[in-house]
């Protein structure tokens, strides 16, 4: 991550100028250099040298049409969020990348206080392709123009939401520490990836622990993970499921919700059925469940 390899030779000038392009996002796409000033407070000739600096660096973008503006590139939103979990006495040190998914980066950190290990999970909303950002469309409606940065800012609250309640109602997801703009601080899960899985002594059981899981998230606290698989359910060496990944999280009062809940199920029972043989009457957990 470029941010890790800059953010120390930041100074306080380039930090406030990137938190005043952030600003100015909000109402513009790219930022004029007029409204540069007067959110910076900076002489012109100040905010130019910032802002050099800051290209240079590759943080930010500057686009010449009728005026010059500026806008955050996701390296330069990451300073301002590492920069915030540093200053907030959350995270100190930061080590190696956890996993690339297709819209988020996970990398190993150190938390300030406890020194323990923990993991940041940064969102990349439309990475991939802008087309993913139709999922968040229901939230986003009312804005004029959305940047990936907002909406991934979006998905990261989203998610800790969710595993705020979740965790508060002792479900098994790592726990929520802090989140910041696009990213969230939570524990590390120890374990291995499902899907990575080939052999199961007792697989009916794993698959129980998972349907519990999905009715007690569904029938006490009204989530549906809705992205549920074999790559974001982790299992322990002591065998416990922990089920992570919730940005796409739907409440039971969606019009849809029975169509993602069974989504859900199916997607498990049917890896359970590839992967381990283990064939689930699937109307009998609908039956359960009421869907
Ligand atoms: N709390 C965590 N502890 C350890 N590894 C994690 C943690 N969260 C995510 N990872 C790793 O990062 C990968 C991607 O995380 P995930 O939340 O599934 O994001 P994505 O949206 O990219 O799929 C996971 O498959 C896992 O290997
Ligand atoms: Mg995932």
């Known amino acids: 991550m470029k941010a890790l390899n800059v953010i120390k030779e930041l100074r306080e ?12 996002m909000k109402k513009h796409l790219y930022v004029p250099f007029s409204s540069l000033k007067v959110y910076s407070g900076y002489t012109e000739e100040d905010l130019e040298f910032y802002l050099n600096r800051l290209i240079d660096y590759e943080l930010i973008n500057l686009k010449r049409t009728a005026y010059k503006g500026y806008k955050l590139r996701f390296s330069g939103y990451d300073c301002l ?7 907030a006495d959350i995270i100190e040190g930061f080590g190696h990348k956890l996993g690339v998914g297709k819209e988020a980066d996970v990398y190993d950190v150190l938390l300030s206080n406890s020194k323990e290990r923990a993991a940041i999970k940064i969102h990349r909303v439309g990475r991939a392709s802008f087309h ?8 986003i409606s009312n804005r004029k123009h959305i940047s990936k940065l907002y909406i991934s800012r979006l998905a990261a609250q989203r998610e800790y939401e969710a595993m705020n309640i979740l965790y508060s109602g002792g479900l ?8 910041n703009r696009h990213s969230i601080v939570m524990s590390f899960m120890n374990g291995e990836l499902l899907s990575n899985i080939n052999y199961l002594d007792k697989p009916q059981k794993i698959l129980n622990k998972i349907f519990d899981f999905i009715y007690l998230s569904f029938n006490n606290h009204d989530i549906i993970h809705s992205d549920l698989s074999e790559f974001n359910i982790m ?9 992570f990944d919730f940005p796409q999280w739907i409440s039971s009062d969606h019009p849809q919700y029975t169509f993602y809940l069974k ?13 381990f043989k283990v064939i689930t009457e699937l ?9």
């Open 172 to 179: 098994s997801v790592p726990k929520p520490i802090f989140q």
């Open 13 to 24: 000038g380039d930090l406030h100028t990137l938190n005043s392009i952030e600003r100015g």
């Open 132 to 139: 993913h950002i139709k999922r968040y469309r229901t939230y």
């Open 263 to 275: 989504r859900d199920i199916f997607n498990i029972a049917n890896f359970f059925r590839r992967k």
């Open 283 to 291: 109307n009998n957990i609908y039956e359960k469940f009421e869907i």
């Open 81 to 87: 969020a590492l920069n915030a979990l540093i200053k």
């Open 235 to 243: 299992v322990t060496d002591d065998l416990e499921v922990i089920i």
